[in-house]
């Protein structure tokens, strides 16, 4: 069966710094993995994806994830955190073997980004 | 391009009423989901549509919850009778095809008092 597991409900960082956000997966077949973000009131808006192919990838408002096949991660990253930056963030996974894409969701984890 | 509309955006009901959301996914998207999102959860897949044909309804409560896809466009979740515990955010979503990215409506948001 499909899992995500996003170990922090909130992190927080400083402007200006780094950002991460934890996300590990359990899958039978090959990871299709997804990050959303939600701001209060709206629909989940897409970030990134991962399908095949580089590691790294990079997404909207110069987010990154990268894929570890081995630690069975997706962490997604910042090099510079803004303000505006803080909302809820979901990882999802879909499993690549199957053709009907049902897309699992992780708790989602609040990222709060201070001046 | 216009992206995926719900309607109502609010909706607060009592115990055992009925009530119904609509969903109009973006054009030529044939896959369209319903996803339950709970306070403080991740969204929860109730049902998957391609086309006008259910893919996967395992996670959807058949005894008060159904939906329907007519034409494989627009779709309608209806439940009845509704339970507190449903008080949640009704998300639809949809995509070119199952394995292609989702694009998510901004939500249903129901209170169930």
């Known amino acids: 069966a499909q899992s995500v597991a996003q170990p922090e409900d909130q992190v927080n960082v400083a402007e200006g710094n780094p950002l991460t956000v934890k996300c590990t997966y359990s899958?039978?077949?090959?990871?299709?993995l997804f990050w959303y973000v939600q701001y209060p009131n709206r629909g989940l808006q897409f970030l990134l994806k991962?399908?095949?192919?580089?590691?790294l990838v990079k997404g909207s408002y110069g987010f990154e994830a990268e894929f570890n096949k081995s630690q069975t991660s997706f962490h997604l990253k910042k090099p510079s955190a803004l303000v505006s930056d803080s909302a809820l963030y979901f990882c999802?996974?879909?499993?690549?073997?199957?053709?009907?894409?049902?897309?699992?969701f992780g708790q989602g984890t609040t990222l709060q980004v201070k001046p | 391009e216009a992206g995926v509309a719900q309607s109502p955006r609010y909706k607060i009901i009592e115990k055992r009423q009925s009530v119904a959301f609509w969903c109009n996914p973006i054009?030529?998207?044939?896959?369209l989901y319903w996803y339950q999102q709970i306070l403080g959860q991740g969204p929860k897949l109730l049902i998957q549509?391609?086309?006008?044909?259910?893919?996967?309804d395992s996670q959807l409560p058949k005894d008060r919850f159904s939906a329907e896809r007519l034409k494989g466009v627009d779709s309608t979740l209806k439940i009845q009778p509704a339970k507190l515990e449903d008080s949640a955010v009704y998300l639809c979503?949809?995509?070119?095809?199952?394995?292609?990215?989702?694009?998510f409506g901004s939500g249903t948001q129901l209170s169930v008092l």
């Open positions: 979503a949809s995509s070119l095809d199952p394995g292609a990215g989702l694009f």
């Open positions: 899958v039978s077949g090959n990871p299709y």
């Open positions: 991962y399908i095949t192919g580089d590691n």
């Open positions: 999802a996974v879909r499993d690549g073997s199957s053709n009907t894409g049902k897309l699992i």
């Open positions: 054009s030529g998207h044939a896959t």
């Open positions: 549509f391609q086309n006008n044909g259910v893919v996967d």
